[in-house]
């Protein structure tokens, strides 16, 4: 099986996702939908490419647990990889990262959710169903951030989807399993890593949700994502996964710390012929805040839909707003290469004066020459060209 070929091609026709089950053909995720293609996948062809991916080093850790989290650049293509054991044998579901580098422009959003990263303290909720491009979200508020502001941001990620290339921040990325054993232990190091941003891939469990509420109270800004399909409902989930005797406390935590929350999901465009996020946004006014401390979770729509003065939006008017936007990305038909600004743009960070060294006296006749350090090294960006390739024709069995 020729897994990278077959990631190219999918990735040249625009696929979201890549599925392989062993004795089953490959599945594609196109526009939403997902289409089945080609011949059943020799379960020793299967493993052997998953054996390569996760490594010599690793292979034993995924027979332990029966499922490993990887991302990987494979031709050009940023993929985040999940590969687990089913009742057929191995499978592996690939989701195909964007070909660019996330801003709010790039994703179709709307540019107010540009104001709420301007708090410089609090808890900021990204929102939606699997595959509704949260994450893809996440790392465009994170981008806006490095683009506009010098702060010191760090991201906790299972795995890294995103690579940012340091313009105006300082950017520290890890990721569970490689970089620290948890959440839980990243982010209470992050606490003495002075950071101002901080980025949290996915709240899971109840210890992660604390030690993220605790660190949006101590005066840093706090990015991270909750499975729901509304803002009402991630708000509901947090506090619902802590016991019912702290939940008054949790809430109260929660109200006080909140800057915003953003749900979402995708709908197809067949006029523009891709997939735009339709948002809803609150906003944690007072009444918001006091819905939180009194566990109204269900007048949360009422205030979204009278809160268009605090910046909110709901489903509805956020779609009335797409219907009428004129100037959409279009991914693939800009020939701007992404991260495409000079190298000479990214930060140097000058040391205090009284951190500076002493100039170190040399002879007139002789002049040392200071190496100076490579200009924005390729180390933390992503080149993508993705070439055509025919998805079918790889698809077809070797005769």
């Not at 196109?30 to 080093?57: D, F, K, N, T």
């Not at 540009?114 to 491009?133: M, N, Q, R, W, Y």
């Not at 990243?186 to 109840?206: I, S």
């Not at 735009?276 to 269900?298: G, Q």
Request: hydrophobic share 40%.
């Amino acid at each position: 099986m020729e897994l990278e070929a077959l990631i190219e091609s999918a990735a040249a026709h625009g696929a979201s996702d890549l599925h392989f089950e062993a004795a089953m053909p490959a599945a594609v995720r196109m526009r939403g939908a997902l289409q089945v293609s080609g011949e059943p996948v020799a379960p020793q062809s299967l493993a052997e490419a998953a054996r390569r991916l996760i490594g010599e080093e690793q292979w034993p850790l995924f027979l332990e647990r029966r499922s490993f989290d990887l991302s990987k650049t494979i031709r050009g293509v940023r993929c985040r990889i999940n590969i687990l054991q089913t009742s057929r044998g191995i499978g592996m579901a690939i989701r195909l990262l964007s070909t660019f580098q996330a801003t709010i422009e790039k994703l179709n959003l709307h540019p107010d959710l540009k104001k709420i990263i301007k708090h410089t303290h609090g808890l900021i909720l990204v929102s939606g169903p699997t595959g509704s491009g949260k994450s893809s979200t996440l790392a465009a508020l994170i981008q806006e951030i490095n683009l506009a502001e010098t702060r010191h941001i760090v991201t906790v990620e299972s795995p890294i989807e995103f690579t940012f290339r340091p313009r105006r921040s300082y950017i520290r990325q890890r990721e569970v399993g490689r970089d620290t054993p948890s959440f839980e232990q990243a982010l209470l190091d992050a606490l003495r890593e002075d950071p101002d941003v901080l980025m949290v891939g996915e709240m899971r469990d109840p210890e992660t949700m604390r030690l993220t509420l605790s660190a949006s109270e101590t005066g840093h800004l706090v990015l991270a994502t909750v499975h729901s399909s509304s803002c009402a409902e991630a708000l509901q989930r947090v506090a619902s996964a802590f016991p019912p005797e702290i939940q008054s406390a949790v809430c109260a935590q929660l109200a006080d710390c909140l800057v915003a929350v953003v749900a979402q999901r995708l709908r197809f465009r067949d006029d523009l012929n891709i997939r735009v996020p339709e948002c809803e946004i609150l906003m944690a006014s007072h009444a918001v805040k006091a819905f939180i401390r009194n566990r109204d979770f269900f007048k949360m729509s009422s205030a979204i839909e009278t809160g268009a003065d605090h910046g909110m939006w709901s489903f509805q008017r956020y779609a009335k707003w797409l219907e009428t936007r004129g100037n959409f990305f279009i991914p693939g038909q800009s020939t701007e290469p992404p991260d495409s600004e000079p190298a000479e743009t990214a930060p140097v960070f000058a040391p205090p004066p009284l951190l500076r060294a002493a100039p170190v006296a040399t002879s007139r006749t002789e002049k040392k020459k200071i190496p100076q350090p490579p200009g924005g090294g390729e180390g933390g960006r992503i080149e993508i060209e993705p070439e055509e390739g025919m998805f079918g024709k790889i698809l077809k069995p070797q005769k």
